[in-house]
């Protein structure tokens, strides 16, 4: 493995037990690497086995061949959960703890790779806006804040490589766009991350390289190049009955109708952020914030998205087992 490879899956595959005489296979000769710095995005709808790899990366479960080589050890490996961070799509959190206890406590575990626990629990705190929860108990806490807890935890340790599972799931347009702000700044510092995602969006906006899953293995990989710069223009939708109030606050703006929503489309990059805060604090829901980008690679992308299996698990079981 080269030096700058932080992650290599070789001929992974994986399959669980139906009944007695019948295995379904999820993973099938599955190979992919992921570079020092690199953000590699893995596409596919649910059942392809984003979940099942995820978790056989991280020690959660053994594969039933293939070899995984990961920051310079193998999954499970003390050393390598300490330089790891790992969000999963659905967390599961002691329902009676804080957000602060929680925090701290996931603190204790990594206390050799933190200066000091208490200014990194506080700062990660503020960066996903959790300060205003943090002595409220989880089981308080809506989907979306618990979703931004998992993922400041996944940052606790400072890792060298994030593994994050459908990592915006249940946030709100303005948490997801700054949630992908925080990832970009840790990708420019450095730090390799494999993401899952249904939507091609939040891949584009995060992946230098993306892969679909298809038939257990990858299918397709392709270079988003330009992906990861700024994105040449945005669309907003809101409820069409706040149309009026939205175009007091900017008069210059033309919308289109599309059944209950209005959307405002192709809006300079800088100009849709100040319009985010703005209507925020007016109290205008944004429904949807769409990205624009010049991308060559754009029809690509969706035939792969169409192209993703669609099977699930044939069990209630073998759904559980297929998510994190």
């Not at 978790?55 to 039933?64: F, H, I, S, W």
């Not at 960066?127 to 979703?147: A, N, P």
């Not at 900017?250 to 489309?265: C, I, K, Q, Y």
């Amino acid at each position: 493995m080269s030096d700058a490879a932080l992650l290599r899956v070789e001929d992974l595959r994986k399959s669980y037990r139906l009944g007695p005489r019948r295995r379904q296979r999820v993973l099938d000769g599955l190979s992919l690497r992921v570079e020092r710095g690199e953000v590699y995005g893995l596409l596919g709808r649910n059942g392809a086995g984003k979940s099942t790899t995820f978790r056989l990366l991280t020690g959660l479960a053994r594969p039933d061949g293939g070899e995984i080589h990961i920051l310079g050890g193998r999954p499970g490996d003390r050393d390598v959960h300490l330089r790891l961070g790992y969000c999963p799509e659905n967390p599961q959190f002691p329902p009676n703890l804080t957000v602060r206890e929680l925090m701290r406590f996931h603190a204790s575990l990594v206390a050799s790779r933190l200066v000091t626990a208490r200014s990194r629990v506080d700062w990660l705190a503020a960066q996903f806006d959790l300060s205003g929860v943090s002595r409220r108990e989880l089981r308080q806490l809506s989907r979306g804040t618990q979703q931004r807890v998992a993922l400041a935890l996944a940052l606790l340790a400072r890792p060298e490589l994030l593994i994050l599972d459908e990592p915006l799931t249940a946030l709100d347009p303005l948490q997801r766009q700054r949630v992908i702000e925080i990832l970009l700044e840790h990708k420019r510092a450095g730090t390799a991350m494999i993401i899952s995602s249904h939507i091609l969006a939040e891949l584009e906006a995060l992946a230098d390289r993306l892969g679909a899953l298809k038939d257990g293995r990858i299918g397709h990989e392709i270079a988003l190049g330009a992906s990861s710069a700024a994105p040449l223009a945005m669309d907003i939708r809101i409820p069409f009955e706040k149309t009026k109030e939205a175009r007091l606050d900017a008069p210059d703006l033309d919308s289109v109708r599309e059944g209950e929503t209005a959307a405002f489309r192709g809006l300079p990059f800088e100009r849709a952020q100040t319009l985010l805060q703005r209507w925020s604090a007016l109290g205008i829901p944004i429904l949807e914030l769409a990205e624009r980008r010049d991308l060559p690679a754009a029809e690509i992308l969706a035939s792969i998205a169409e192209e993703t299996p669609t099977a699930a698990p044939a069990s209630a079981r073998d759904r559980d087992k297929e998510r994190v």
